[in-house]
């Protein structure tokens, strides 16, 4: 167990999925947790209340980060409720799938907005807090389609790729002001946009995987909260694949 106890943690899209187990797993090892999000009120309140009962404070913040006025709203009300930031956790992300030839304009500008603008500027705008009190720690949600892709991810693999490359050198940027940068990329992981598919079988899915199950969001909190640790001083601009091996394959059967 890690101990961020007195530390301030921002995660965006923390209202579900992975960002929702994010943020609970930085507050069971001590953090205050600001958690974000765009559209699940309900389940941004849901984990809002359990940080709560862990004897951390929290609260939920409506912000859509594609958009950069309400990124620096955000980091205000933050910097009013508890002065800092130690940790920003940039999972915000939407992934529509849709064949190339269908990709519109504006379909490409939602999903790059979201994924790529969004956690460049919550960067910027976190970075300028962390740099006042000379450190902090700055974590992109990635992905496996970074590197290794399928058909009709065209655009959500270019914001991955583009992550992975933004992590790398914001980690050379901010190295000066001890703001350590990495990025977390899951391959295949248990989040309700596959649990609500009554098509889905992680059972099917996990044969594929070379450690025999589909990952869980708990796996990425596990990595988030490692490289947010003083464990992972001297380590910055990496990009930790938490896939249970299916990028050492050349494809899934």
Known sequence: MYDFTGQVALV???????????A?????CGANV?????????????IVSEIVKLGRQSFAHKADVSDVSQIHEMVEKTIERFGKIDILVNNAAIDPTIDFFEVTESFWDR?????????FFCAQACAAVMRKTGKGKIINISSVHGNLT??????????????NAMTRQLALDLA?????????????????????????????????IPLGRIGYPEDVAEAV?????SGADFITGQILTVDGGSSTRFFLQ
């Not at 399928?150 to 992550?163: D, F, N």
């Open 12 to 22: 965006t899209g923390a209202g579900r999925g992975i960002g929702k187990r994010i």
């Open 24 to 28: 609970l797993k930085l507050a069971e």
């Open 34 to 46: 600001v958690v974000n999000y765009a559209n699940s009120a309900q389940g941004a309140n849901e």
């Open 111 to 119: 999903v790059v907005d979201t994924n790529l603008k969004g956690a």
């Open 150 to 163: 399928m058909p009709q991810y065209a655009v959500y693999a270019s914001t991955k790729g583009g992550m």
């Open 176 to 208: 000066p002001y001890h703001i350590n940068v990495n990025a977390v990329a899951p391959g295949a992981t248990e989040v309700e946009k596959f649990t609500e598919n009554p098509n889905h079988d992680k059972y099917a899915v996990g044969k594929q």
């Open 225 to 229: 909260s490692f490289l947010s640790s």
